[in-house]
């Protein structure tokens, strides 16, 4: 009773947008459990290279495996939000690798060359350094300051 006069009080136009906002700020305050999906049951089969996908009450996020030549394999994480909106931030992509990989994994945004691009689903994609290519990184991009 409570929300029809006060939709009557400031309009329905106004108190849906209300509502709405009221909506998004509680989704953006609860960010609840990572739990495992089944991602082999949903309609769309998705590629094989896809090992697992975990889900909470923001995020979408796929793990695959990649191999390389460079320290061990890394594992990538594409992150995407259930509103599809695309509005991650850098704070999020941080507790999510933390969360799903590990406080002191390293992890590297991925962007790919135009040729490669295939972006209609608003997904983020961060790979998951093996500890020696981290370190290898890390420490070859300091300059060397000879202290003598």
């Not at 590629?47 to 009450?57: D, G, H, M, V």
């Not at 394999?73 to 969360?99: C, F, Y």
């Not at 040729?115 to 997904?123: M, V």
Request: charged share 30%.
């Amino acid at each position: 009773m409570k929300e029809i006069n006060e939709s009557r009080k400031i309009g329905n136009h106004q108190f849906r947008r209300k509502a709405a906002k009221s909506f998004r700020e509680m989704v953006r305050e609860e960010w609840g459990q990572w739990e495992e999906c089944d991602i082999f049951s949903q309609r769309m089969r998705p590629p094989e290279s896809i090992r697992q996908a975990f889900k909470n009450n923001r995020y979408l996020v796929f793990t695959t495996l990649v191999h390389n030549d460079f320290g061990g394999p890394m594992t990538r994480l594409m992150i995407r939000r259930h509103d599809e909106s695309g509005k991650v931030t850098w704070a999020d992509k941080q507790r999510i690798k933390n969360e799903l990989c590990g406080e002191e994994t390293t992890a590297i945004e991925f962007y790919p060359s135009e040729t490669e691009l295939f972006d209609e689903a608003n997904i983020y994609h961060l790979l998951v350094l093996p500890d020696t290519l981290a370190k290898r990184l890390y420490f070859q991009s300091i300059p060397r300051v000879d202290l003598r």
